[in-house]
């Protein structure tokens, strides 16, 4: 019995897509990339996607890549902060803090309508690759009818 994966648009896009993201994954703990326009700003960084709301920095467009910095690595998971409008804020960072600690002392001085969704590439990844998993069957299961091929 032949599955005829090496034909299977369904196969090699995600396969296409999981290689993908590893590679995101991988760039994202190296380099931080991001693209900024009217208010909202997408980046690839420190081991995720960062999706933020902020009308007052991000006004142009803007894309770029540069260093990512260098912090404590966990793998922790997704996370949404808002602004929490406090006027104290004394801009150190801590080499020990994680991407999230960084992320909520940044947002505890931002005005309340900001807000910042972090979304890890292990989730993407594993949500990626179920629904190629489950796609994969569906493909097989419309292949076999009772153990015989169609």
């Known amino acids: 019995m032949r599955f005829g994966l090496q034909r299977s648009l369904i196969f090699w896009s995600g396969l296409l897509a999981v290689v993908f993201l590893c590679w995101a994954w991988k760039d994202s703990r190296e380099r931080r990339t991001y693209v ?4 909202f700003l997408l980046a690839s960084d420190q081991g995720g ?9 991000f006004r142009d467009f803007e894309a770029g890549r540069e260093p990512a910095l260098v912090l404590r690595r966990t793998m922790k998971g997704p996370f949404l902060l808002h602004g929490k409008g406090e006027l104290v804020n004394d801009g150190l960072v801590d080499p020990e803090w994680d991407y999230r600690e960084l992320c909520e002392n940044t947002m505890s001085y931002q005005p309340q309508g900001n807000w910042l969704l972090f979304i890890p ?4 990844l594993m949500v990626a690759g179920l629904a190629w998993w489950v796609l994969l069957l569906w493909r097989l299961r419309r292949r076999i009818d009772w153990g015989q091929e169609k």
């Open 49 to 57: 996607l960062v999706l933020e709301r902020n009308p007052y920095l």
């Open 36 to 39: 900024q326009v009217a208010g």
């Open 121 to 124: 590439y292990w989730l993407l």
